[in-house]
């Protein structure tokens, strides 16, 4: 099986006052067609800047300092501005965090959700406006049309968010990034997006990649999981083994003191005593030794390699038997 | 949107009554007398000539009838005769005016697009030599007076070339070359002082804009940068820059002033230092209602502006 998305040792480095932080540290994984990836961590992890990266859009101060992302079989870690610029947008699309703050408030909602057809597919104003029209109705947004005029500010923040997949879904990507997609939203608007981006997502076979805190919404939607921390992923797996047998003594951690997934959807991660590091300072051995009640002194030597078992279950540490 | 026109529109007429009060008070607490003035060659004048002046002037009325016979007659577009020529103020402003307003109007496009496009391009290119530049050049602009400048542009032409601008003043349609030549520089000095403030508001803007969120959205689209800047960003960013540009509408007749003066403009500057100097109050009263209601009338524009730019606006 060819994946659609295989990223192999990615670094991302930032240039900070307090000088070069590693944000995100040899990460690898890949996501076939359709399937669903969810990127689980503590805040700080280095799960948006890995997603940014896939799309090139770390800013001024980050770089891809190592590694590589291939997509749809083409090497994408450096292509030009204008090659970055045909895949936005088109082939991948992302859905941010912040619906409240993440549509341009000046322009209205049917001129932003038409924008990318216009650019990518070529459409003409009134056929991007008219397809928008249908996009915002696929979304579930009541009386869609009629609202094409309305600007950002008459809409709630559930249904910002739906306008913000109206816009990602566009282009049909091939791969939808969703960060955080509900954690600004009300309890009970976050299962009704989830449910429609699950949906959206199964009908045009989108590939997505879920960024979430949230343990319920990765038992439910996501086909593998990967765990950061520190800018590393310590451990990946189809979500079914590593709700079953959770490896790692972090994600150990995160689900120790979780009421399992009987709690359904509102199932956070637990909290685990002690402060991440310091993605400037790291220590020299793993990340997580410091907190980990089974540290050894092999831990703090050297950062454990990513081991991969015969069930797809990839695994950083030096095990604690 | 209509309901909001209206809004900006009715408050119009309260103020344009505070602006009466203020600019008939205003000019006569001033001291001396233009009775005084006018019979200043006169030695022989008696006191009971100058009542009979005062009262062929209407001076000797009590103030306040004084501005309700002023004010009723403003209304109907009658300002009065200037006190010292035999004169209608209105017609002393018809002539006037267009001078002023091209003034006005030709340093404000200097002043707006120099700003904006300095402004977005100082942003863009953040902490360059080039933004470098041309922040100093903006605050250069802004620091040194214009008065001053304005006399070395005078000055030095004629020095250094043998050039200096033309002294007798041919309106636009008269001549439009000898007319610009002779406006121009002016109005760049008055629009590059001007557009100090707009450059900087607009460059603090633009940066703080590039880094909202959907900013971030907007590039996720795949739109290009160009696009991103002009699409997104710049409407944004204008919302206060607007606002700043009405608030020097004020300024920009106080530049006008002095410029005029400096460079024998036949504007409403001139006419207003001359009538000041001879306390003709009609005309100064005038003067001052025409450009309090230009002001007015400028921040009526600003305000329409701010509510196409700004959808959140147009509702409260
Ligand atoms: N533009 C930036 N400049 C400097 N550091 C950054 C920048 N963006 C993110 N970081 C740092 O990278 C780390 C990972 O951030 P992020 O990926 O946003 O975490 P999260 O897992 O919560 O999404 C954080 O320590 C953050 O401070
Ligand atoms: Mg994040």
New interface residues.
Partial sequence: MTSLLDVQDLSVVFRTERGALTAVNSVSFDLAAGETLAIVGESGSGKSVTALSLLGLLGEAGRIAGGSIRFDGEDITRPGAGRLREIRGNQIAMIFQEPMSSLNPVLTIGEQVAEPLRLHKGLGRAEAMAAAGDLLERVAIPDARARLADYPHHFSGGMRQRVMIAMALACQPKLIIADEPTTALDVTVQAQILELLKSLTRDLNSAMILITHDLGVVARYADRVAVMYAGRIIESAPARDLFAAPRHPYTIGLMGSTPRLASGPKARLATIPGQPPDLAALPSGCAFAPRCPHARELCLSAPPPVETDAGGRRLACYGHG | MRDYVLRRIAVLPPTLFFASLLVFFSIRLIPGDVIDLMLAQNDVASSADRESLRAALGLDRPIWEQYFVWAGKALTGDLGSSLWQNAPVSSLLLQRLPVTLELGFLALVVSVTVGIAIGVFSAVRQDTAADYVLRSFSLLMLSIPGFWLGTLVMVFPSVWWRWSPELEFSPFFADPLGNLGHILPPAILLGLALSAVTMRMTRTMMLEVMR???I?????????EGAVIFG?AL??SL?PVVTVIGLQAPLMFGGAVILEQIFALPGMGSLLLEAVFQRDYPIVSGVFLVVGLSVLVINLIVDLAYGY????VRRS
């Fill in positions: 909202q969120d959907y971030r959205t907007a590039r996720a689209k795949g739109l290009k997104h409407r944004n919302i730019l700004d959808p959140r």
